[in-house]
Structure formats: structure tokens, C-alpha cells
């Protein structure tokens, strides 16, 4: 009776071990074919890649590899790359505005911000990037992280937002700058894909502007004590025209520029937009704008009309379509 006991006791630790050993030997076959898998993957991607030539501003950059180390450097490129989904190609991240966009904020967190501005040299090099992409010109200046030159001396492809750089850019230039990182990242169709949404948003947001109104008469102040710092020619206007407004000082021939206060009440503005950002939060900006003895008499301080744009909306980036509808609902309220 014992030895019967003791034989099926030896047949069932034979049972366990054959199974335990069956679901390693199958565990690790998964683990080679997903190893597998990914490979392939990578090699139909590198297959597809080729050689991709981009021409950025006065430069061309040359690609034979898609950037496995990239940098952003301003926010409104953060959230580009973000919306194409190319997080996990992003090593490091610089300068926000504001708060990321929420359903980015996931992603956002698992990369390391290199610095709360512009980065050094020093602490953007420590991260071996392949890549480098800048929202505005100055992250690419020679006290910052390096000319765009001296980053191709490293083996690193510089990239500037050229959107956020041509004076009187368009919808269509952001348009194309994001084609251009979709492109970049072989990724062109998700990059279609975010550009048929934001054109679905505007579409829908311009249905709900009034028709057969004179244009509203718009200021931008984005800073100044003895002069104001204001909007000429850059994504603001363009986006203040789409609105259905009309920028008072469109006729200055570059991105920003500054006027003089005297100007601004010769052009009597009927809605003051304040953009947002830095240490001067926008109420500070609206109660200087309201105790200045010179505008007294201007329609937009009488009737106190203001319009607070993030600069995070303002920029050139996937935020159209808020800036668009926070213009719509502030002009028409």
C-alpha cells in the first residue's frame, strides 16, 4: 500500500515538472518571438525610412535613421511631438508656458525635463541627443545649447519650428511643420490624421462666428511699461483675422513690434486679448492697462473687454483650434 502511495507520489512531482518545464519552454518561445517580432519590426521601419531630406529654414537636414534620442526645447513643439505619439523617442524636454495639455500630461511625466528654460550646453549634451527641436530661435543661439551649426559639429540634427520664425506665417506652415516631424519620424499618416482633426475643429468653431459684422478692433498687449510690445504680423494676427477681428497694428511688418501708447488710443481698440505667460500674470497686465491715464478714453477699457490668451494658444503648435475658439467666445460674448 506504501509503495503504491510513494509511486503515484513520484508520478505527480513527474506531472508538476513536465508542466512547469512545458510553460518555461513556452514562455521563453513568446519571449523570442516578441524579441523577433520587434526586430522585424525595426527593419521593415528602417526598410521604409530610406533617406529623408528636410529643408528647415536655410538648412537641409539629411536623415537615414529615425531619431532615437530626441530633445524638445519649447512648448508648443513638446506638445507636437506629444500628439504624434513619439514619446518614446524623447530623452529630454524644456521651457513650458503653462500646464501641459491633460491628455498629454501621462506621457509628458515620464520624460525628464532638462531645465524649467532654456537648457546649457552642458546639461542638453549630457543626454546624447540625436536630435534637437526648437519652437523658437533663441534655443538655438550660442548661450543656450549651441547654433544650429556647432549641434551638426555633434552629429545632432537641429530643427526650428519654422512656422514660429517666418514673418505672416499661416495655418499652412504649422500645417507643414508637422508634416515635416511626421516625415522625420516615419509617421506621416498619423501626422494627416492630427492635421484632419485640427481643420475639423477650426470648421466647427468658424460656423459659430456671427456673419455680416464689421470686424471688431483687436490690441494684443503682451508687455511694456513705457511702450507696449504687441502683435504685427505673427500667428496671432492671422488667428484674430479668423476670428473675425481685425489686428490694429497689422500693419507692422514684422512679428511683434513696439508702438507707442499714443497709437493704441489713435486706434481705439474694442477688445484688449492679453497674452499669458511668465512671472506678470494677466491680471497684473489688465490692472495696468486699466490705470494707465492715457487709455482712459479707449472702447476696450471703458467696457473693460479683455480676452486672456495663453501664450501656449498663441504659439504655432496643435493649439489652434483653442485659441481660435477662446477669440470666438471673447469677441462675441
Same mark, same amino acid.
Given at each position: 500500500m506504501i509503495k503504491k502511495f510513494q509511486l503515484g507520489l513520484i508520478f505527480c512531482l513527474i506531472l508538476v515538472l513536465l508542466s512547469a518545464c512545458g510553460s518555461t519552454k513556452e514562455t521563453n518561445l513568446n519571449n523570442q518571438q516578441e524579441e523577433k517580432n520587434t526586430v522585424e519590426?525595426?527593419?521593415?521601419?528602417?526598410?521604409?525610412?530610406?533617406?529623408?531630406?528636410?529643408?528647415?529654414?536655410?538648412?537641409?537636414?539629411?536623415?537615414?535613421?529615425?531619431?532615437? &534620442?530626441?530633445?524638445?526645447?519649447?512648448?508648443?513643439?513638446?506638445?507636437?511631438m506629444l500628439a504624434l505619439g513619439l514619446e518614446e523617442y524623447m530623452v529630454g524636454t524644456a521651457y513650458l508656458d503653462d500646464e501641459i495639455l491633460p491628455e498629454f500630461k501621462e506621457a509628458y511625466e515620464q520624460i525628464l525635463v532638462l531645465s524649467d528654460q532654456s537648457p546649457s550646453q552642458e546639461v542638453f549634451l549630457e543626454e546624447e541627443p540625436d536630435f534637437a527641436?526648437?519652437?523658437? /530661435?533663441?534655443?538655438? &543661439?550660442e548661450d543656450n545649447i549651441g547654433t544650429v551649426e556647432q549641434l551638426q559639429q555633434f552629429g545632432i540634427n537641429a530643427y526650428?519650428?519654422? /512656422?514660429s520664425t517666418v514673418i505672416g506665417p499661416t495655418i499652412n506652415h504649422i500645417y507643414q511643420d508637422i508634416r515635416n516631424i511626421a516625415k522625420i519620424f516615419n509617421v506621416v499618416e498619423r501626422g494627416e490624421k492630427l492635421i484632419n482633426k485640427m481643420e475639423t475643429e477650426i470648421e466647427n468653431i468658424q460656423t459659430t462666428i456671427p456673419e455680416g459684422i464689421e470686424p471688431v478692433r483687436v490690441f494684443v498687449f503682451d508687455s511694456g511699461d513705457t511702450a507696449p510690445f504687441t502683435v504685427g504680423q505673427n500667428f496671432l494676427n492671422t488667428i484674430i483675422t479668423m476670428a473675425g477681428g481685425n489686428n490694429i497694428f497689422n500693419d507692422i511688418d514684422s512679428n511683434w513690434g513696439e508702438v507707442s501708447w499714443e497709437e493704441v488710443v489713435d486706434r481705439d481698440p474694442e477688445v484688449i486679448v492679453i497674452v499669458n505667460y511668465g512671472e506678470t500674470t494677466a491680471e497684473d497686465k489688465k490692472e495696468q492697462l486699466l490705470n494707465h491715464p492715457g487709455l482712459s478714453d479707449v472702447t476696450a477699457i471703458k467696457e473693460e473687454h479683455f480676452i486672456i490668451m495663453p501664450l501656449s494658444a498663441a504659439a504655432e503648435g496643435i493649439r489652434v483650434p483653442s485659441a481660435l475658439d477662446i477669440l470666438v467666445s471673447g469677441l462675441y460674448k
Open positions: 519590426k525595426g527593419e521593415k521601419e528602417q526598410e521604409a525610412y530610406g533617406l529623408v531630406e528636410i529643408e528647415n529654414n536655410d538648412n537641409v537636414l539629411v536623415f537615414t535613421d529615425i531619431p532615437q &534620442r530626441a530633445v524638445t526645447l519649447n512648448q508648443h513643439v513638446t506638445e507636437v527641436y526648437a519652437g523658437w /530661435s533663441s534655443a538655438f &543661439r526650428l519650428h519654422e /512656422s
